[in-house]
């Protein structure tokens, strides 16, 4: 069996999917990878700021609430103050955090790195991802394979692909890392 890499490189963070007031519906909030901090006494507020992608309205995110800057690095710290890009972009790929802040999580843009499959020996693929995404680990496979639907489908229902998590192949999707077997036609 041939092993086999692909990774996943993100292009852009996902985008947050929240009701903006001012176009009175949900729209895409894409992450301005600047953060806004507040200190009030003692404790510091510390927000990543989102902007609408149809009207520009500002949404912040909340980090850290209240906390006392002691507990936080000082290089952290810094970051925050200069707006690190490497920590903005941790904070904006950080899916559990976008929905904890009551947003739902958008696509982001990605590109699939890694050889195509002939398809001439079974393989041993591993998708690999450096943040959990939404993304369908079904639609890697179609796009990169450049599968139908069906042609997908037949390949599960007959075996020949196959997710060693044991997941749902047709739902599952993106966590660190995906292994699965292909066989050879
Ligand atoms: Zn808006």
């Given at each position: 069996m041939q092993k086999l890499t692909w990774d996943i490189q993100y292009l852009s963070p996902p985008p947050a999917i929240k009701y903006c007031k001012k176009c009175g519906k949900k729209t895409e909030h894409l992450c301005s990878g600047l953060f806004r901090i507040n200190a009030q006494r003692k404790y510091l507020d510390i927000w990543l700021i989102y902007k609408c992608?149809?009207?520009d309205s500002t949404w912040n995110m909340t980090i850290?609430?209240?906390?006392?800057?002691?507990?936080?690095?000082p290089e952290m710290l810094e970051g925050f103050y200069s707006n690190n890009g490497a920590l903005a972009k941790r904070y904006a790929m950080d899916t559990e955090l976008i929905r904890n802040n009551g947003a739902e999580v958008g696509f982001p843009k990605y590109k699939i790195l890694g050889a195509n499959i002939n398809f001439n020996t079974p393989i041993e693929l591993h998708i690999k991802s450096s943040y959990p995404s939404r993304l369908k680990v079904s639609s890697l496979l179609r796009e990169k394979m450049n599968l139908s639907q069906t042609a997908f489908e037949q390949m599960i229902i007959s075996g020949s692909i196959r997710i060693t998590s044991g997941l749902d192949l047709k739902k599952c999707r993106l966590q660190a890392d995906a292994i699965l077997i292909i066989d050879s036609l």
């Open positions: 992608s149809d009207c850290y609430s209240r906390i006392n800057p002691k507990s936080i690095a």
